[in-house]
């Protein structure tokens, strides 16, 4: 969240746009860390981008994101894929 930008003329851009339950991660009983989360992706979007001119005060700027090209969606996949390889070597090996 940007507290101060500028006026001005700025391109305002979404990419790897997701809906994400997280779910927090069992600690061991005594444990002082901060709590963890898995992040589970329900849906994923397209990119977008707008361009935006700020003049003073602004609220609730909201951008339209698509659904995902089949490229974008394939790299999705990919990288969850990636990312489960990293966290569970063992696992995929077999």
Not at 63 to 85: G, L
């Amino acid at each position: 969240m940007l507290s101060l930008i500028f006026e001005g003329e700025y391109i305002l851009s979404s990419m790897l746009s997701a809906d994400v339950d997280y779910v927090q991660i069992p600690q061991p009983h005594a444990s002082i860390a901060p709590p963890q989360y898995r992040a589970n992706p329900r849906h994923f979007y397209g990119s977008a981008s707008m361009p935006l001119h700020v003049n003073g005060d602004m609220d609730a700027v909201i951008i339209s994101v698509p659904e995902p090209t089949p490229k974008e969606d394939q790299m999705y996949k990919d990288a969850i894929r990636q990312q489960e390889q990293q966290n569970h070597p063992a696992a995929t090996q077999q």
